[in-house]
């Protein structure tokens, strides 16, 4: 599921087109423009009002916020498609994004203006969402624009045609994930009757069928303000809102048809059920699946709560069952909250070496056995504590939260979000014991066999009548506390952010700032060795990384995981081959606590071999996946070829199968070894920012970093520029449906170099941006060849060492036109470069992309960690900002030229090499 691309629309066409809506628009009543907007209820800072015209409107405001997030929901998903038209609302998603009347281009817009956007189809719902700086001006667009499609869509049978082909390719790309695969056929074998069995993605047979007359018909019944949701959150005035609200969708009359009833209900389970796949790889998967009711049955809470005791890691039972002693290599289980009766879900995923039949046995002694083992009050305390914090968090994020109540909106009503955690918070033991025993059992499972029994054992699922019956009344908790406006700009940003040294070694950057729910984010950084010393070992610096929180001299991993959370605060670790990072995301109140465990676990890992026979085991699972996955496959040849240095090498890429030797050979002393030799705040960076008390925080500083030092030097082992190998690679993966392209190479100049604003914006309208770019114009909107395509160019900035990286992903049939396509666009844009319109909106693009990635607390405290790095000042972004927006597209084309050509880059194609030989051309792969 995902974003459509823009409109080719023939100028014929769009004139009818207008002058139709035109007529229909003059039609509308000038009350229907005019109605007023009812309130209708408020919980925790979210405010619903509705229109007259039946539209419900959640708004969601936060000042803190420089960013706004729409988010329109349509309640129609996958479950409303009749027989013979499965996929029929993912199609008609990806068609929305073709344009409409008002706005026939709309990846233009969204790029112009910087946006981050997406449209996603789901069981139960459609949502269409974009999020941008907070102006007016953004905000009157974005509302006119979503406007506009709701009722005056491109839906023309010459976009169905050529998106036909992208979603195939997204189709192809899901037959390739071999746990997509055997959820998706469990699902199937588990619903009879309910379109909850059907992929959202469809059926090959209905996409290829379906008509442009059904896609209208679909889209005239459910894209209506009488079944649609308008969500605005972030940096917005209520009033205002509203009005513009009024403005664009006020005028949308109410629709006269009646919308069709959805009644298909699950009979009752009466026997285990079971499905096998048997297709090329080398990952094992055991899964299960139990029917649950609906999302607004009290039960659904209960059920939460137990996928948490299960799937906890490392605390989860699945983890001490399967994963501590080997039987497999990952393990988890979630509670699917849906609007009609889902699925409690189950898996163990396994490695080459490990035996499926033990790890099925496992597993369903582990859910099944819950009666004869049942869960204690350590574990209700602990996986309620995780659940709630885990909530918490989340009302930090006004953009997370506009875009996740689409979900709640179709399980009944948003408010059950809320509720759904007050009831996690009333859950007993008593409740746990109960659902386990009526839906955690054998006569309502899928996965195995079909056993007769003398008499049959029914689980019904009981049902809810009347939703609002039990949310009348109901207001839910205080709202979260605010935080101040802040304004993204560099100079705001150098004016805020205080830089100094702790010691000799320890150097900060620090911005404090009041901040939605009091939240801080705190980054570490500590950089050590050299080349000469670094020789022969980087391959234990991933392991080391991952082993940081997995045990220490005071905590157990379990032991910290509990500790984080009695803080309501996440913390991380990792490492690579000449540096190590930690994380925080916490409060004004506990940062200094979680900096204590974050500290423990940085300097006093103790790297347990249980453990560390987990993570190999877990490592080797993931390696083994890759042996045959396309992308993987090309990636790393492509990497390979831009690092071609000896295998001792720090910097040295090696093969899949050499990772699988190494971690075989991998012993705990080595790990000790490492991080003795190399672990140190001889050169650490601290950046912090959010809602911090200073003088706590560098005193906690001081006190856990300040005489931790190992006296040795750091080196950054840079390598000098020289060409690439672009002899072109083709890899084989046999029964792989999709297939990976790239083409790269290597340049020689750096971020600092006067080319690099001109190739960073040629870059942008090439192949960055939304999919309006020219590569991904080309390859998926008109061509159809590809679901993805795009490019990055990500200027090196400590040496003259330049990636350039296409890519794109598409059935192995396709993949020689995807090359070809490639080419061609590249040579069209060096011999007649961009319009005029082209490079001011990659301009605005860039420019307010960045300012909305500088609203964001956690990218904000990275790019203050890289300034110190990289010993950059904010004048100097913002310099580049300024050199970037004085580009013209003479200057793009001169510069481009200079650097890229077609015939001189390294092309990968991966994919199941028989089937690109059978449908080789383009006529093909229409």
């Known amino acids: 599921m995902g974003p459509s691309r823009s409109a080719g629309i023939r100028p014929v066409f769009i004139f009818l087109f207008t002058l139709i809506s035109t007529l229909l628009l003059t039609s509308y009543s000038a009350a229907a423009a005019q109605a007023p907007i009812q309130k209708v209820t408020s919980v925790e800072g979210i405010t619903e009002y509705r229109l007259d015209n039946g539209l419900q409107v959640l708004l969601f405001p936060d000042p803190t916020k420089e960013n706004i997030t729409v988010n329109v929901t349509y309640h129609v998903g996958s479950k409303h498609e009749n027989y013979g038209e499965t996929g029929m609302a993912h199609l008609l998603e990806h068609l929305l994004f073709k344009g409409s009347t008002n706005h026939p281009n709309i990846p233009d817009e969204l790029s112009q203006r910087g946006a981050q956007s997406n449209g996603t189809t789901w069981l139960d719902r459609t949502n269409y969402f974009e999020t941008f700086s907070a102006t007016g001006d953004n905000l ?37 994930n071999p746990f997509n695969v055997t959820m998706q056929k469990l699902r199937s074998a588990a619903f009879l009757w309910h379109n909850y069995g059907n992929s959202t993605i469809g059926a090959p047979s209905d996409l290829e069928n379906v008509s442009i007359e059904k896609l209208r018909a679909f889209y005239e019944m459910y894209y209506q303000p009488d079944n649609a949701t308008l969500i605005v959150a972030g940096k917005i005035d209520s009033n205002k809102t509203l009005e513009k609200i009024a403005q664009h969708f006020g005028r949308i009359a109410k629709p006269e048809r009646t919308l069709p009833k959805m009644y298909t209900r699950e009979p009752a389970s009466d026997g285990e059920r079971s499905v096998t796949v048997r297709r090329v790889g080398d990952t094992q998967i055991a899964m299960l699946g139990y029917h649950t009711p609906m999302a607004a049955h009290p039960d659904s809470a209960a059920l939460t709560v137990l996928s948490n005791i299960l799937a906890d890691q490392p605390r989860g039972r699945l983890h001490k069952a399967l994963i501590e002693p080997g039987i497999a290599a990952n393990a988890g289980a979630w509670n699917e909250i849906k609007a009609d009766s889902s699925m409690f879900m189950a898996f163990a995923v396994l490695n080459a070496d490990q035996t499926l039949a033990t790890a099925e046995k496992t597993l369903l002694a582990q859910l099944e056995g819950m009666t004869q083992n049942p869960v204690t009050q350590q574990e209700l305390d602990r996986a309620k504590l995780s659940i709630l914090n885990g909530f918490d968090k989340s009302m930090e994020d006004t953009q997370t939260i506009a875009i996740q109540l689409s979900d709640w909106l179709t399980n009944g009503d948003w408010r059950l979000r809320f509720l759904h955690r007050d009831q996690i918070v009333a859950v007993s033991l008593a409740d746990l014991q109960r659902v386990a025993s009526a839906y955690i059992q054998r006569n309502n499972r899928t996965l195995g066999r079909f056993i007769p029994t003398d008499e049959p054992q029914r689980v019904e699922l009981p049902q809810v009548d009347n939703i609002n019956a039990m949310l009348e009344g109901y207001t839910g908790r205080e709202d979260i506390v605010m935080g101040e406006a802040f304004d993204p700009s560099y100079d705001n940003i150098a004016a805020r952010t205080e830089f100094f040294t702790i010691g000799d070694n320890i150097r900060v950057a620090a911005l404090r700032k009041k901040t939605r729910g009091e939240s801080v984010r705190l980054n570490i950084q500590i950089n050590y060795g050299n080349l000469e010393s670094l020789t022969g070992k980087a391959q234990y610096a991933g392991i080391v990384g991952d082993m940081l929180g997995r045990g220490s001299k005071q905590y157990s991993r379990e032991q910290m995981k509990n500790a984080f959370d009695r803080i309501k605060t996440y913390g991380g670790y990792g490492a690579n081959s000449g540096g190590s990072w930690a994380w925080l995301a916490s409060n004004h109140d506990n940062l200094v606590a979680g900096l204590d465990i974050l500290a423990e676990g940085m300097k006093n890992p103790t790297f347990p071999q249980n453990e560390l026979d987990q993570l190999v085991q877990a490592h080797q699972a ?18 390979r070829r831009i690092s071609p240095v000896d295998e001792n090498h720090p910097n040295y890429v090696h093969t899949f199968e050499e990772q699988l030797a190494l971690l075989k050979n991998v012993e705990r002393q080595q790990l000790v070894d490492y991080h003795r030799e190399f672990f140190g705040a001889d050169q650490m960076l601290v950046t912090i920012v959010g809602d911090y008390d200073r003088e706590q925080v560098v005193a906690a500083i001081e006190k856990h970093f300040g005489d931790w030092n190992t006296g040795k030097d750091f080196e950054p082992i840079l390598l000098d520029y020289q060409p690439i190998d672009t002899t072109a690679k083709t890899i084989d993966t046999p029964d792989k449906e999709n297939g990976a392209f790239f083409a790269v190479n290597l340049y020689n100049l750096d971020a600092y170099d006067e080319d690099t604003p001109e190739l960073v914006l040629g870059n942008y309208l090439f192949g960055g941006g939304f999919i309006n770019s020219r590569l991904a114009t080309r390859l998926r909107q008109q061509e159809g060849w590809s679901y993805g395509a795009g490019s990055s160019f990500e200027p090196n900035r400590m040496a003259p060492r330049t990636v350039f990286w296409g890519w794109a992903i598409g059935g192995p049939e396709n993949l020689n036109n995807i090359e070809q396509g ?33 609203a964001d607390d956690e990218q904000l405290a990275q790019m203050l960690q890289q300034l110190m790095f990289y010993n950059e000042t904010l004048e100097q972004h913002k310099q580049f900002d300024a050199e970037l927006a004085n580009s013209s597209g003479d200057d793009v084309v001169r510069v481009m030229k200079k650097y890229f050509s077609p015939d001189n880059m390294l092309y990968i194609k991966a994919g199941d090499m028989n089937k690109a030989a059978e449908q080789p051309s383009a006529a093909n792969a229409q």
């Open 622 to 639: 993931n390696i083994e996946s890759a042996l045959s996955q396309p992308q993987a496959l090309a990636s790393n040849v492509a990497h």
């Open 140 to 176: 009157d667009w974005a509302l006119a624009m979503e406007a506009d499609r709701m009722v005056n869509s491109f839906i023309s049978a010459d976009d169905l045609q050529s998106e036909m082909t992208v979603v195939y390719n997204e189709l192809q790309r899901g037959e390739n």
């Open 822 to 854: 490639f080419k061609e666009e590249l040579q069209k844009v060096l011999d007649k470069g961009f319009t005029d319109e082209e490079v001011q909106n990659g301009i605005s693009g860039i420019l307010q992309s960045g300012k909305v990635q500088r």
